[in-house]
């Protein structure tokens, strides 16, 4: 079974960085696009940015500029490199990988636990 497991996460005062990790392991043939989500209380999950397997990216309005998303083919990894965070970017951020397994060579799309970003002062 293949699983996404998120770190970097924490708190920071604004203005500040954080650079989140999320590793794939497992059965994992290729993978397609990975992208990071955020979910704040009491609201929907949004896309914060997303990479697919050409390097193509795509970020939220309100990120763009500030964060920067890259990934390691080699390591099945993808990164998000947080710069000048505010109280906004506040959230539960989640890992997000669409990939095909070895086993029957199947589409999948999977999700890491989240880890908590918090920005205060």
């Known amino acids: 079974q293949v699983q996404l497991v998120e770190s970097g996460g924490g708190l920071v005062q604004p203005g500040g960085s954080l650079r989140l990790s999320c590793a794939a392991s497992?059965?994992?043939?290729?993978?397609?696009?990975m992208g990071w989500y955020r979910q704040a209380p009491g609201k929907p999950r949004e896309l914060v940015a997303r990479i697919d397997s050409g390097g193509n990216t795509n970020y939220a309005g309100s990120v763009k500029g500030r964060f920067t998303i890259s990934r390691d083919n080699a390591k099945n990894t993808v990164y998000l490199q947080m710069n000048s965070l505010k109280p906004e970017d506040t959230a539960v951020y989640y890992c997000?990988?669409?990939?095909?397994?070895?086993?029957?060579?199947?589409?999948?799309?999977?999700w890491g636990q989240g880890t908590q970003v918090t920005v205060s002062s």
């Open positions: 997000n990988a669409i990939m095909v397994v070895t086993t029957g060579l199947q589409l999948y799309d999977y």
């Open positions: 497992g059965s994992i043939f290729s993978i397609n696009t």
